[in-house]
Each structure stands twice: as C-alpha cells, then as structure tokens.
C-alpha cells in the first residue's frame, strides 16, 4: 500500500467545490483566490496522469494550466489578475460539466431502477430475509493516508470475501454497494446493503458488527465504520414507520416497502456531491448481486 503525503479525496473534493462555487453559485472573489492558493500548488504536485478525474477535476486543471504555461506550480502566485483570467476560463467548462452531472443522475436513475427490480424479487423469493445495512469509511486520523488506489484495493477484497459467502458473509443471499466521495473531509466511503436468509441468521447488529470489523482488517485498521442497527436507532425508525433494517417479512407490506426504500438510499441522483471526483480506469461504483442464479432455490432452470 503506498501511503499518500496528502489526503487526496479531501484535496479533490474541495476542488470541486471550487469549481461548482463559482460556475453555479454568485462569486465571491477573495474566496476564489484564497481557493487556488491553497489548492493549485499541492494538487499539482501530486497530480496522476493515471488516474481518471471528473469534469470539474479536469476544467480545474485545463483552465489554471491556460494560465499559468510553464511555470513550476511553487513559482504560482494567484493574484486578482491571475484569479480573474482563471475565472473567466473555468465558466467555459460549464456546458460540459452539465452534460458530465445530467449523465451522472442518469445512470443514477437506472441503477436505482435495476436495484428496486433486484430487492424486489429477492424479497419475494425469501420468505424473511434479514437486512443489514453498514456504511464503510475510513478513520478521521487515517484519511489522508487514503488513495483511490487503496480504496479500490480494499472494495476489491470485500467484494471478492462476499462472493466467498464465509464467516460473517455466511447464508448470504444478496447485496448491493455504492461507492461516494463527499461529506465534510471529501471522505472516500461505501454504503453496503446485506441481505441475509432469515432462517439462517437473526442477529442483524452482530453482523453488522462483524462486518465493520472485517472491513478495518481488510483496510489495516485505517478503517471506520457505522451500525445503524442498535436497538435505540432501529425504535425510532419503528416509531416513524420507516424501519428498513432487521428482519423482513415478505407477507408484510409496509416492511416491504420500507427495506426497499433503504435499499435504495444506495442509488439517489440528486447526491451530485457525492459522486467521485477521481477513479482508475475501469473502475465500478456500484454493483449488486445476481437474481436468476443456478443455485438459487425455486427458480425455473436458466436456459443455455
């Protein structure tokens, strides 16, 4: 694992939010320059010709180079001349980046579409299934030492001890993952939805528990994360009519709807500012498992 000198998904977040503040928001000029000040030096010393960045990423990195020519990134000064040059060559890049977001909340859709199909017929396949939602980040003091290489290598071994189905993934039926980028440190995190068979597993905050513990062993204790399913959160979902998590019951409507919903809090299209800002070529950001399997119980054999 090699170990960053900077928190690179904090760095690029607040890129982007450089960059969304000034083509969609009323700009505040002294801001902006204090913006490319304290963020053009360190991004450009640890810019990865490998990587793939997003529009706002990119426009960022076309517009100050416009700029700037040949200059070492320690010998930039952004001055008012310097930042209003920037400016006006960053709001170029607003169509493309409205074509990138509209893209984004697209795929959004259809996953969220397909997500809905996939609960949907696992729920009425099980007679109970238990659900168990965790989200996966990482610590506040190991954040910076996190890339997206490293990320993509930890997702890469949970997902691969999923497929697996040992230890705390045993009498796995199905689940589905979304990665994001966002929150107030710009932190890298998945949300992961479980669903176990509920005549084989029935505490739903032990595995929630053991599969957070799994993750900080995958991540070498660089990782964090959050257990919704303690009895005084789950009380207050009840009370609300909205609990989504625990055991689900196919002959219950409202639980129906209810996991469905949480299992669909993974795929929302108007989280813009939580979608990645850098990933590595061909890398997914969200997935599910599959329905029509040949293991799976009662099912119409699968055609060749």
């Avoid at 960022?60 to 001055?79: K, M, Q």
């Avoid at 999923?162 to 980028?181: R, V, Y």
């Avoid at 176990?196 to 990782?223: C, F, H, P, Q």
């Avoid at 293991?295 to 119409?300: A, C, Q, T, V």
Wanted: glycine letters at 6%.
């Amino acid at each position: 694992m090699t170990h960053s000198l900077i928190n690179q998904a904090q760095l690029i977040n607040d890129i982007d939010r450089l960059v969304r503040g000034i083509i969609f928001q009323p700009i505040y000029f002294d801001n902006v320059r204090k913006g490319l000040n304290a963020l053009y030096h360190p991004f450009m010393n640890s810019i990865d010709l490998d990587l793939n960045y997003s529009k706002t990423i990119n426009s960022f990195i076309y517009s100050t180079n416009a700029i700037v020519g040949d200059l070492y990134p320690s010998d930039v000064v952004w001055d008012h001349d310097k930042t209003q040059q920037f400016i006006k060559t960053l709001l170029c890049y607003q169509h493309d980046i409205n074509i990138e977001d509209n893209a984004w909340r697209y795929q959004e859709s259809q996953n969220r579409s397909n997500l809905n199909c996939y609960t949907r017929n696992m729920i009425n396949h099980y007679a109970r299934l238990l659900f168990v939602r965790i989200d996966l980040k990482y610590a506040q003091e190991t954040n910076h030492l996190v890339t997206i290489e490293d990320f993509n290598d930890h997702m890469c071994k949970l997902r691969e001890l999923i497929s697996n189905k040992k230890t705390c993934f045993e009498h796995l039926q199905g689940n589905a993952w979304a990665l994001e980028q966002g929150g107030i440190e710009g932190g890298l995190h998945c949300h992961l939805l479980l669903m176990y068979d509920g005549s084989k597993r029935k505490n739903d905050w032990y595995l929630a528990k053991e599969v957070g513990e799994k993750w900080r062993s995958i991540t070498e204790d660089m990782g964090a994360y959050y257990n919704s399913h303690d009895a005084e959160t789950k009380r207050r979902f009840e009370k609300n009519g909205k609990l989504g998590i625990g055991m689900i019951h196919r002959d219950n409507p409202q639980q129906v709807e209810n996991a469905v919903r949480t299992a669909l809090y993974l795929t929302k299209p108007d989280k813009i500012d939580q979608q990645l800002k850098v990933w590595l070529p061909n890398m997914h950001t969200f997935g599910h498992g599959i329905y029509r399997t040949a293991k799976r119980r009662g099912l119409p054999p699968i055609a060749n």
